[in-house]
């Protein structure tokens, strides 16, 4: 096991940058609700990166914008196909650069694009007005993960209020794709950014995120000859077929989450795998037999497994189920991987970087933090897997992220922007602002 060489934090600097968060926080607050009321639904994650842009510029960084262009990072074993334009596929990094490089450099990574927010009359509010409401902030990204990204800006920001600067390179990423491919966080890594260590300040709600499962998307087309209504049987037409395939799919997830005992974090955990039948579209007519269904589907896959183990379970379970199948036989479903194609990671314990940011934890909240063993995707494992870098993936509270009335807990931003800003003091060391 590692020991941290670094000494920690005095009392004096931990508390004035604890003192200068809590000064800039209505800034901070105010900056949020600005940036969730730019929608970065995929496909539209350009207003809310303008936004970030010239926040980072003025605070004096260097600056770097590009677009995600498939061609270069293809390639990459950690790549995800891609089913959709990245015209607005942007990212941005802003860099600081210390006079003398003699801290840990260190990568602050979140993603801009947000989940669609669904019929929005089921929410509350509407999903971008970024209401206040007590100790909560309600807005489709405001948790996941806008307030992280925000507090990432921040807690650099509360270094400079106490006239301290980083004393090793620190590059702030915000990435375009983590809810539906990863691709983003993978072009930052492809483009050369790489440090000591990084940190995604996703709403881990304080805790310290240990293990991850790898994410897979697929869509499976049905097609077949339509004819009259009055003249189709039970069972012949493709929404029908569709519907009967998966009943096959849930056989894939019911195996798999038999082989949790076989994971190091997962035995104790009820249904870790969760496939989902996310969209379906099909037929054209009600009274026309409908020629055509598509199914839209998530699975996840442990950590040390490929992903390419999920796709032939998946491909071998539509294609039994077809062969029997009195409408599929002759028409059979197509499977295309059209987003999603990630591994997990775990997270070996007691690296220098968990034992810093741990320690910040604990001064700002007084409590040791506790694992978090996600079963969902997290762009950590572009760092973890691919640049062999240590990622901790730590932020505020949000609760129904994904879904209606998505909220991000106020207090808790504050304590993650405390935590992040001794964080950063501690990793990277300080200097003096200008001189
Ligand atoms: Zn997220």
Redo the contacts with the bound molecule.
């Keep these: 096991m590692s020991e941290d060489q670094g000494a920690a934090l005095g009392e004096e600097l931990a508390r004035r940058l604890s003192d200068a968060v809590d000064a800039g926080f209505d800034e901070q607050i105010e900056f949020l609700q600005e940036l969730v009321r730019r929608p970065s639904v995929r496909g539209q994650e350009h207003l809310a990166q303008d936004l970030m842009f010239q926040a980072m510029r003025q605070r004096g960084y260097e600056m770097d914008r590009w677009r995600v262009d498939p061609k270069d990072i293809e390639h990459h074993p950690g790549f995800s196909p891609v089913a959709v334009d990245y015209a607005h596929a942007w990212n941005v990094v802003g860099t600081h650069r210390p006079r003398n490089e003699t801290g840990r450099s260190l990568i602050l990574n979140g993603?801009i694009d947000v989940v669609p927010t669904g019929p929005v009359e089921m929410w509350a509010d509407p999903p971008f007005a970024a209401t206040i409401k007590g100790d909560w902030m309600y807005g489709r990204g405001a948790g996941?993960?806008k307030a992280g990204v925000v507090a990432n800006m921040f807690a650099l920001d509360a270094l400079r209020r106490c006239g301290l600067q980083p004393a090793a390179t620190v590059h702030m990423e915000t990435v375009c794709e983590?809810?539906s491919t990863g691709n983003g966080a993978l072009a930052t890594l492809v483009r050369g950014y790489k440090a000591d260590a990084a940190l995604i300040s996703?709403?881990s709600g304080g805790r310290m995120t240990r293990a991850t499962m790898g994410v897979q998307w697929f869509q499976i087309k049905v097609r077949g000859h339509p004819v009259h209504v009055a003249h189709a049987g039970t069972g012949s037409n493709a929404i029908q077929a569709a519907m009967d395939l998966v009943a096959p799919l849930r056989a894939v997830e019911d195996k798999w989450n038999a082989r949790r005992h076989e994971t190091k974090h997962y035995a104790d955990r009820d249904h870790p795998v969760n496939m989902n039948v996310g969209k379906i579209a099909g037929g054209d007519w009600a009274s026309s037999v409908p020629s055509w269904c598509t199914m839209d589907c998530r699975i996840s896959i442990y950590p040390g497994f490929k992903p390419q183990e999920m796709q032939r379970d998946i491909e071998d379970a539509v294609r039994k189920a077809a062969s029997g199948h009195p409408f599929l036989s002759n028409n059979p479903p197509e499977v295309v991987w059209n987003g999603f194609f990630t591994e997990g990671y775990d997270l070996e314990p007691g690296s220098d970087v968990e034992i810093v940011l741990s320690r910040c934890h604990e001064r700002v909240s007084g409590k040791k933090p506790v694992d978090y063993i996600a079963t969902a995707y997290?762009d950590s494992r572009v760092f973890v897997l691919y640049a062999d870098m240590p990622c901790m993936v730590y932020g505020p509270i949000c609760e129904d992220?994904h879904g209606f009335d998505e909220r991000v807990n106020i207090p808790s931003i504050r304590e993650a922007t405390k935590a992040i800003a001794l964080f950063i003091a501690d990793w990277c060391g300080v200097e003096p602002v200008g001189g």
């Design positions: 993603h996941d993960m983590e809810e996703e709403p997290i992220a």
